[in-house]
């Protein structure tokens, strides 16, 4: 699996419990949170896990490629700034 074949999404905190982890390449004690708190992100190869697609849209994302994903992280929202 190369990265660039991945698909993200950012889905806010409160429907973390609705994420089925077998379902995504992530592992709930891992996830990346943004710096607030509020959304987390998770990741999948091939079609859209059935546990992603039942969250309302308003919880969630569009999907982000790779590209994407990689460019949010380097947020201000994603990355605490270096002192």
Known sequence: MRAQDL???????SQVDLVDFNQV?????????????TLFIVK????????IEAIAPE????????????ALMKTAAWEKPIE
């Open 44 to 51: 999948w190869d091939g079609t859209t896990p059935s546990s």
């Open 7 to 13: 698909t993200y999404i950012t889905i806010s905190t």
């Open 59 to 70: 919880y969630k994302s569009a999907t982000l490629t790779h590209i994407q994903a990689v």
């Open 25 to 37: 390449n992530e592992a709930k004690e891992t996830l990346k949170y943004s710096i607030d708190g």
